[in-house]
């Protein structure tokens, strides 16, 4: 889809082909690193391999063969993935003046990379759980839909989750998607340096998060966001900003984005070690959606300042304060085991 819009012949349908190239980005995101799930003495079933259903999340089956102390390395380094696409974006824009070539350029790598033969890699899953966790599996107990996440007395002390990963998305792509405001700056300067942020406050959380803890990291980024935000609510009442003003105002803003960066990392560690084995991957499913519905409410949230000027700003930084403020409720996970049954949520 993202070839096919290279050619459309007008505005319309170049929005419905990459429309339909997110969604298959988001499928791509999802099953990218095949995994397997706690292996079934039912075996021969369709969609099974070798007694073990196929599943598709790529970062808990590669951190639950990961030992604890290096998580945390780990999901750094998957993190920082996104970041080095982004580098390569704004370098491959500048080369590129033309939106169509662009367009076709970004586009066939991921379609060639598609062809390649990809064959299922075994999560740890299966290896590591304990025998409560088979009994669950075998009695059927684990087909755990969605709604338990809700409603289920052990998963509702991990209900900030998903709050969490809304309101990260929901403030970190109003940075990412507001660089026309930086008038006189070159977007492809300022592109770079946005995406070049990004690496060492990923890279710190390698660090803090096995020092600190996953929690504080994750509700201190979360918090120092939002308050690296709040400034620009007051700022856009004025007429004109001073030079030195302006300069401030862009530095908040990378630090802003960096912060949110650094919590979308940890956030991927923090989630894959809260939720069970037995509905993790549903955890993350949910989670994700989340995530992407706050990258949705981002721009039509951006539409109110032409009725409040100050109101979008003001969303952006004060929701993610308040989830960071919830992240307190979550339990820390530093150097415990992967839970795998609902009952060791529960005692944890």
């Known amino acids: 889809m993202g070839t096919s819009a290279a ?12 429309f339909f190239s997110g969604m298959s980005t988001a499928g791509v995101i999802l099953n990218e690193g095949c995994g397997l799930k706690p292996c079934s003495p039912r075996l021969g079933r369709q969609g099974e391999v070798g007694g073990c259903r196929v599943s598709s999340y790529p970062f808990p089956p590669a951190l639950e ?20 696409g982004q580098l390569f974006l704004a370098g491959l824009a500048y080369a590129i003046r033309d939106w169509r070539q662009l367009q076709l350029a970004s586009s066939v790598p991921l379609g060639l990379r598609s062809t390649y033969p990809q064959g299922a890699t075994a999560s740890g899953r299966g290896g590591i759980m304990g025998s409560g966790a088979q009994e669950e599996e075998s009695s059927g107990t684990s087909q755990h839909s969605a709604l338990e996440l809700f409603r289920t007395p052990p998963l509702t002390s991990v209900l900030p989750v998903p709050s969490n990963r809304f309101s990260n998305s929901f403030s970190f792509f109003h940075l990412a998607l507001d660089l026309q405001r930086f008038e006189g700056i070159s977007i492809f300067l300022v592109q770079l340096i946005f995406g070049a942020v990004d690496m060492p406050f990923r890279m710190v959380v390698a660090v803090i998060a096995n020092r600190l803890g996953r929690r504080l990291m994750q509700a201190a980024c979360l918090v120092l966001g939002g308050l690296f935000i709040l400034p620009d609510a007051f700022w856009v009442l004025l007429p004109s900003l001073p030079l030195d003003m302006e300069v401030l105002l862009i530095t908040l803003t990378v630090l802003g984005k960096g912060l949110f960066s650094s919590s979308a990392s940890c956030s991927y560690l923090y989630t894959t070690e809260l939720y069970p084995t037995v509905i993790r991957q549903t955890g993350m ?6 995530a992407w519905l706050g990258a949705v409410a981002a721009p039509m949230v951006e539409m109110t300042q032409a009725f409040v000027s100050f109101l979008p700003l003001l969303l952006f930084g004060a929701v993610p304060i308040t989830a960071g403020i919830l ?13 795998h049954t609902m009952k060791q949520v529960e005692h944890r």
Do not use: D, H, K
């Open 327 to 339: 992240v307190n409720c979550l339990p820390e996970t530093l150097g415990a085991p992967l839970a």
């Open 7 to 18: 050619f459309a012949p007008n505005l319309a349908a170049y929005c419905a082909f990459r």
């Open 65 to 84: 063969w990961i030992p604890s102390q290096f998580r945390a390395m780990v999901s750094t380094i998957l993190s920082c993935s996104l970041t080095l």
């Open 285 to 290: 499913g949910v989670t994700f959606m989340m």
